[in-house]
C-alpha cells in the first residue's frame, strides 16, 4: 500500500512516497513561495503530490499532509498557519482534491512527527510516548495507546507552552516563561549571549559575538566536544529546565517515554542528560520507573512518514 | 441498577447506595481506624459494603471503591496509600469478594471526583473536562471523550504536582514550586500567615494569630466577604497562580472545561475569578475560547457516585 506524505512548511514543501511495510521510498523538496500567497502554495502542494504520484509503484491511495496551524478536528482544515501569509481559513482537502483527484488528510506538523516515530522510527515499541520538536519553537505530539492523542479541539499537545517559571521571560506566545522561552532555538541562543559576553576569551566569544545571528545549538555542542566549559554550561542550563517541563508532562499524562527531535535536541546528551536528571530529582517517586528521553534519528522524515501513515489510517 | 460506592480516605470510610438513573439514594460515614493496620481498613470496607447491600432497593452489581495511592492498571490493586499505615500492596478486589462475595474494583479517588462530576455532576453536558481537587492536597482527574484518561500505567493527572516556578517553594512532593505548594490548604495558609503578621491590626491577625493552625480557606473567604483587601489579595495570589497551572493542562491536554472542587475551592469567585484572568492572559488565543472554570456543587458525593459509576461501567 501506497500513500503520498507532504509535509507543508513556511520555506518548503517536502513530499514522499511512502509503502505502508517498507517507509519511505523517495522523498522531496520545492520551496513553498509563502509570498505568492495560499492559491499558489496550494498549487505547489497539488505538484508535488501529483509527482509524488507519477514516482510511485502503484497508484497511492492519497496524500496526509502536515502543516503548521490551528487543523480542524476532522482534519481537513488549516486555520491560520504562521510564516503562510494570507492563508486565513481554508479547507486543505477539497483545495488538494480539486487540484489532484486524490483523497486528502491534514494534521498539525509536530503531531505527524510523533506519529512517524510511533509508526516507523524509535517510539516503534511504545504504545504511549511523547514526542518533543526541538527545534525554533517547540512543539510536540502525544501517542497514547497507538493513536495521537488530540484534545478536545484537536489542538493538544502545545508541550513548548507549558510554564514552567510564571516570572520567566517572554517568548513569542502569550505563555510567558513557557518552555519555549528557553529552549527554543532562538532563545536558547538570546540567553547564551549574555554569557558569552563575558567570558571574552572564550573561543565562542571569538567566534560570534561579533554575528551572533550565526550561532547555534550544534556550535555550542561542538564546543561542548571539546570541553568548552561554557558551552557545556549554556546546554546544560537549557537541559535541565527542559526536565521540568518534561516532569509536568509526565505528571499530567503518565507517559513516560519521551522522544526528542529538532535542531536543539541534536545538542544530545549535553542536553538531554541534565534534563534526565533534572526531571528524575523532581518527579513522584512511582513516574520515575520508565522513565526515559530517545533521540529520533529519522529527522524531519518522520514527519513525512507520519504524514504517509496519515493516509494510511484514516483514508 | 444499583452499585455500592466506597470513598477510603485516611478518617473516613463513606459509603453510599448508587442508582444508576437517580444517582445517590443514601450514605453513610464510618471512622476507618487506620491505625488498626489494613486487616482491619479492610474487615470495616467490607462490612460498610454489606450494610449498604442491606439498605439498597435490589442487589447490588458490586462496589467501587475510590482510594489513595497507586492503583493498578486493571484496578485491583492499591500500593502504599498515603495515611494508611503499613497498608504495602493489596488487592483490594480479591479481599472484598473474599470478605462479602460482592465483586469489587477500585480507582484512584480524584479520579473518581471527575467520573462523579462527569456523570451525575456539573460535568454532565461535557465530553471532556478536567477536575481539579484543592484540598489538603491538589488532585485531579481528566474525563476525555466521557472516559477517564489514565495514562500508561494508570497514574495520570496528578494536577497538583505541575511546577509552576521551578525556583519554588517546596511542596511535600518532589515537585518543588509545584501549583499544590501555592494552593495545597496548608501551603496557601502557611504562605498567608507572614502576610498576615504585617498588618497586626488587620481582623485576621487579631483572631488567628496565635492559633494559626485554625486559619482555613473558609476564613479568608469570609473576610474577603467583609471586605477585607488583605484576605482579598492572599486568595487572589493564590487563584492567579492556579491560573498558570490551568494554562499548562489545557495547553497540553486541550480540554478548556475545568471543574473544581475541594476545601480550597470554596473560596470560589475569590480565587476563581483570578484564576480565570491570570490562564487567560497565559492561554495562547486559540484556546480561550471556551475556557471555563466550573464549581462542583456536589461536594465529596461526586466520589462517592463516581465510585458508583465504575461499577456500572466496569463491573
Known amino acids: 500500500m501506497i500513500s503520498i506524505g507532504i509535509d507543508l512548511g513556511g520555506t518548503n514543501i517536502k513530499s514522499a512516497v511512502v509503502d505502508r511495510e517498507k517507509g519511505l521510498l523517495s522523498s522531496h523538496s520545492v520551496p513553498t513561495n509563502a509570498a505568492g500567497g495560499p492559491d499558489a502554495v496550494l498549487d505547489r502542494i497539488a505538484e508535488a503530490i501529483t509527482s509524488a504520484a507519477d514516482d510511485a509503484p502503484e497508484k497511492p491511495l492519497g496524500a496526509g499532509i502536515g502543516a503548521p496551524g490551528i487543523i480542524s478536528l476532522d482534519r481537513t482544515t488549516v486555520s491560520h498557519p504562521p510564516n503562510l501569509p494570507g492563508w486565513g481559513v481554508i479547507n486543505v482537502n477539497e483545495e488538494i482534491k480539486k487540484r489532484t483527484g486524490f483523497d486528502a ?11 512517524g516515530s510511533s509508526r516507523y522510527g524509535v517510539g516503534r515499541d511504545l504504545d504511549s510516548m511523547i514526542m518533543l520538536t526541538l527545534g525554533t519553537g517547540v512543539g510536540g505530539g502525544i501517542i497514547y495507546k497507538r493513536e495521537l492523542y488530540r484534545g478536545a479541539t484537536g489542538g493538544a499537545a502545545e508541550m ?83 526536565g521540568y517541563a518534561i516532569v509536568n508532562y509526565i505528571h499530567i499524562l503518565d507517559i513516560r517515554n519521551i522522544i526528542v527531535s529538532g535542531g536543539v535536541a541534536k545538542a544530545g546528551d549535553w ?44 483514508l
Do not use: C, W
Not at 488528510?105 to 506519529?115: F, G, R, S, T, W
Not at 555550542?220 to 561554557?230: K, M, T, V, W, Y
Not at 520508565?290 to 504517509?308: C, H, M, P, Q, S
Open 271 to 314: 542536553i538531554l542528560e541534565p534534563a534526565r536528571k533534572a526531571a528524575l530529582e523532581r518527579l513522584m517517586p512511582p513516574f520515575r520507573e520508565g522513565f526515559e528521553i530517545r533521540y529520533e534519528t529519522l529527522g524531519n522524515d518522520a514527519a513525512l512518514l507520519g504524514a504517509g501513515s496519515l493516509a494510511f489510517e484514516f
Open 160 to 242: 513548548g507552552h507549558v510554564i514552567i517559571d510564571y516570572n520567566g521571560p517572554e517568548s513569542y506566545s502569550s505563555a510567558r516563561g513557557d518552555i519555549e522561552a528557553y529552549i527554543g532555538q532562538r532563545f536558547l541562543i538570546r540567553n547564551a549571549i549574555p554569557l558569552i559576553k563575558n567570558h571574552p576569551g572564550n573561543p565562542l566569544a571569538k567566534k560570534f559575538l561579533d554575528k551572533p545571528d550565526e550561532l547555534e545549538p550544534v556550535h555550542l555542542s561542538n564546543e561542548a566536544d571539546n570541553g568548552n566549559e561554557l558551552a557545556i554550561q549554556i546546554l546544560a542550563d537549557a537541559g535541565r529546565v527542559l
Open 105 to 115: 488528510i491534514v494534521e498539525n506538523d509536530a503531531n505527524l512527527m510523533a506519529l
